[in-house]
């Protein structure tokens, strides 16, 4: 009669319940190694691929984007500075 049975703990009694929690942890730091692996390897694909290029020169290729050729395209469409193109001026009563 000195022996009590738990219930719900099967046969192992504390020792099969303390061997479940280490089998428990076991897994979760194993996955949340994964997860952190795939963390920094989705981070270092997005960095390597958000890289922006070197520009080009207006001599560049046609097929290539060329900052050169860019820069004149929106010269040509930007409007002249005018007396209607600056901001107003705070306080004068013009919107």
Do not use: C, E, K, N
Request: proline share 8%.
């Amino acid at each position: 009669m000195g022996r009590v049975q738990h219930l719900g703990r099967g046969a192992g009694g504390l020792a099969g319940a303390a061997a479940a929690r280490g089998s428990l942890r076991r897994r979760m730091m194993w996955r949340a190694l994964g997860l952190a692996i795939a963390l920094a390897a989705g981070f270092a694909i997005f960095y390597l691929d958000a890289v922006t290029p070197r520009p080009a020169s207006a001599s560049a290729p046609p097929d290539r984007f060329s900052a050169g050729r860019a820069m004149a395209d929106v010269r040509a469409m930007a409007p002249r500075r005018t007396r209607w193109a600056r901001p107003p001026t705070p306080g004068s009563g013009t919107i």
